[in-house]
Each structure stands twice: as structure tokens, then as C-alpha cells.
């Protein structure tokens, strides 16, 4: 089969969901060596969960006989001013990730390519979770202070698995 525009964009869109794991990853390592343990848990398991999302897009290549080209990826940063700012680049990510994914399901739609079409519909869902999720954090950070014992609470909570009041993804 040869490779249609649809699938040379869903290609190129595995890079940011690998960009997010990579990122997440090193957020995580920041995390931990600032004491925030439950913080870091939680970005170790938005890491795993985005690079299942890369696997996931992947293999619809793979089941669509398109061979998948994976891209080069920039370095994260090592260092972050602060804990609000994490959650803040986050944010910033999932954003990024939605519109990405908004546009390949317009492509989708304009090529007719419907298989696409329903996986694209899964990510499209789960992203308004994703960003549901980072926002609901950012406003427990707003809340709590970006240092202290408030922070602390949050760090419990993200450690012990929710934000209440966010959509949690399902099981």
C-alpha cells in the first residue's frame, strides 16, 4: 500500500506523543530529586501512558502496511523553575497534542480514510481527558502554593492516583 497523506501525517505525529514520553520522563527525574515523590509517580505513569499512545498509532500504521519512520527527538530540559511550571509545560503539551490530533481527524475525513478516522476518534477523547487533567492540577497547584505544605497535599494526592474533580481515564 503506498503511503497516503493521512498516513504520512499520522507518522509525523508519533513524534510528538514520543516528544510528551520523553518529556514527561525527564519531568519526572526533576520531580523526584526535589522531593515529590507522589508528583513524580504521576508523570512516570502520563510517560508510560504517552508512549502507549505512540505504540498505538504505530501499530495502525503497521496494520495499515505503512512501515513507520521513527523520528530524531530533541533533549529535554534537565531543570524547571517549579513545580507550577511543569504542569504548566504539560498543559502546553496536551494542547499541542489535541490540535495535532484534531487536524489528522480532518485529514482523515477529507481522504475518507475511515479506519483512521475511528482510531483518531479514541485519541480525541482521551485528549480532552489529558487536558482536563493537566488543567484540574494546575488550579490545585494555583491553590495549594507552588512550595510549602500546600504543595505537599498535592504531591500526596497526585501519590495516592487523583485530582478529584478531574476526569479520571478509564481502567
Known sequence: MSESKIH???????????RAWY???AMALWLDMNDL???SSFMKSQADEEMA????????????????????????????GSVKEVFELVLQSEREVTASIDALYRLADEEDDQPARIMLEWFISEQMEEENL??????????AGDT????????????????PGAM???E
Open 8 to 18: 504520512a501525517a499520522l507518522n509525523e505525529h508519533v513524534s510528538l506523543e514520543l
Open 23 to 25: 518529556h514527561y520522563s
Open 37 to 39: 515523590p507522589g508528583c
Open 53 to 80: 499512545h505512540a505504540n498505538r498509532m504505530i501499530q495502525h500504521l503497521v496494520d495499515r502496511d505503512v512501515l513507520p519512520q521513527l523520528p530524531p527527538i530533541d533533549a529535554p530540559a534537565a531543570e524547571y
Open 134 to 143: 493537566a488543567r484540574a492540577i494546575l488550579g490545585r497547584i494555583r491553590l
Open 148 to 163: 510549602g505544605p500546600g504543595l505537599l497535599l498535592v504531591d500526596q494526592e497526585l501519590g495516592s492516583g487523583g485530582v
Open 168 to 170: 479520571q481515564p478509564p
